[in-house]
Antibody, heavy 119, light 107 residues
Framework: QVQLQESGPGLVKPSETLSLTCTVS??????????WSWIRQPPGKGLEWIGH???????IYNPSLESRVTISIDTSKNQFSLKLNSVTAADTAVYYC???????????WGQGILVTVSS | DIQMTQSPSSLSASVGDRVTITCRAS??????LNWYQQRPGKAPKLLIY???TLQSGVPSRFSGSGSGTVFTLTISSLQPEDFATYYC?????????FGQGTKLDIK
């Protein structure tokens, strides 16, 4: 059974870059059967899709974040990562990584990591 | 972007009740509609995909229907563990947008 685990700093200063990693176990990011995704949820609010990545490095981003976001993949470490630059308080959220299934549904999720943007 | 609107935004019900949540898309999403359950402090959990297909391991009291722009999630007989927030999501066109959520609590 695949498991996903987010890791990274829980506190980022305004204008700096948020960097998170998702480590996958029980499955391979390079299998070619799935895309991999990042989603976020501000405290007390709803879910926002950030983007997907395929093992080839091909990405699809939410246009609302595209100018600031980079998703990358490291098949040797079985990980994929999120970078969001020029963060503000509005980027404070729980960030989730997930495995994308064939109908583009988010079938498997990490537990999430709270990232607070504050000086 | 495709706007997803859920109704109601909140709902109070009792154990054993049948409840239905509606999700409307601002344009046709075909059957690329997913439903998730989120308990407090937990990650969302996939319940239904492609509008009506039950994810493996999800109890059969959950069902989904619809196509195009109007979809429903039905819980046939509420159990205590079903009190949570439910989200729909369209995955037909990027960005893959979510509804605002429906919070289901105990009456």
């Amino acid at each position: 059974q695949v498991q996903l685990q987010e890791s990274g700093p829980g506190l980022v200063k305004p204008s700096e870059t948020l960097s998170l990693t998702c480590t996958v176990s029980g499955g391979s990011v390079s299998s070619g059967s799935h895309y991999w995704s990042w989603i976020r949820q501000p405290p007390g609010k709803g879910l926002e899709w950030i983007g997907h990545i395929y093992y080839t490095g091909s990405t699809i981003y939410n246009p609302s974040l595209e100018s600031r976001v980079t998703i990358s993949i490291d098949t040797s470490k079985n990980q994929f990562s999120l970078k969001l630059n020029s963060v503000t308080a509005a980027d404070t959220a729980v960030y989730y990584c997930a495995r994308v299934h064939p109908w583009w549904q988010l079938g498997d999720w990490g537990q999430g990591i709270l990232v607070t943007v504050s000086s | 972007d495709i706007q997803m609107t859920q109704s109601p935004s909140s709902l109070s019900a009792s154990v054993g009740d049948r409840v239905t949540i509606t999700c409307r898309a601002s344009q046709n999403v075909n059957s690329y509609l997913n439903w998730y359950q989120q308990r407090p402090g937990k990650a969302p959990k996939l319940l239904i995909y492609s509008a009506s297909t039950l994810q493996s391991g999800v109890p059969s009291r959950f069902s989904g229907s619809g196509s195009g722009t109007v979809f429903t999630l039905t819980i046939s007989s509420l159990q205590p563990e079903d009190f949570a927030t439910y989200y729909c999501q369209q995955s037909n066109i990027t960005p893959h947008t979510f509804g605002q959520g429906t919070k289901l609590d105990i009456k």
